[in-house]
């Protein structure tokens, strides 16, 4: 097996979240008496919320403060029914494991929510460590979390890949030194990135195994 140590992204790569993120920042701009395409939104949001909230501001001139505190206010309003595993993942971690594969999570989702979501499906026990919003490293794509990561656990970066569906996440793993694979189920990467793309667990484990 080409890697042992597999740290993913959540949303967008772990769990099936991004439609859930765009209604509730819709709802927030609606509370501002403004109205956004969600397909605009969608694609907006899958680069980072942060873009998001820079393009809105310049359109509609609300400031990065109040775009955060509309997004919270409606991010938890929806059960985990609507926070659910992307087909075959469950599946692939347990396989991995089983195959001596180690696997971390890595996200600027909050360590409550991604816990809590991992908890809900059983599957916390896959997971060895996590690095999430609250541990203050910079964002990604800076390599810093990573490093740490690998630091903590004395990970062989030639066995390490970083999986997730964004741009920035690819780069984190490029920037730190290890391999990268691009988890891209709803077509939103962009193209000619670093690493091999992958639309589904199906392909993402003929490529690891």
């Known amino acids: 097996m080409k890697y042992r140590h597999l740290i993913w992204d959540f949303d967008g790569t772990l769990f099936d979240t991004y439609p859930r993120i765009c209604r509730a920042y819709k709802k927030a701009l609606a509370d501002a008496g403004i109205v956004e395409e969600e397909e605009i939104l ?3 949001i899958k680069k980072t919320l942060e873009y998001t909230n820079a393009w809105v501001s ?5 400031t990065d403060e109040e775009l955060w505190a509309g997004y919270r206010r409606h991010s938890e309003e929806e059960g985990y029914d609507t926070m659910r595993p992307y087909e075959g993942m469950e599946d692939f971690l347990r396989e991995a494991a089983g195959q001596g594969c180690v696997h971390y999570l890595y996200t600027h989702r909050g360590v409550v929510s991604s816990m809590n979501a991992l908890a809900h499906y059983g599957l916390t026990d896959l997971f060895r460590d996590h690095i999430t919003g609250e541990d203050g490293f910079p964002l990604k794509p800076a390599p810093d979390a990573l490093n740490a990561l690998i630091a903590r656990h004395q990970l062989d970066r030639a066995e390490c890949v970083m999986i997730g569906d964004r741009e920035l996440d690819v780069m984190a793993g490029v920037n730190a030194g290890i391999a990268s694979i ?4 709803d077509g939103l990467c962009p193209k000619g990135l670093p690493a091999p793309y992958v639309s589904t667990y199906a392909e993402l484990r003929k490529l690891i195994f």
């Open 182 to 185: 691009a988890m891209d189920p």
């Open 58 to 62: 310049a359109k509609y001139g609300l």
């Open 42 to 44: 969608l694609k907006s």
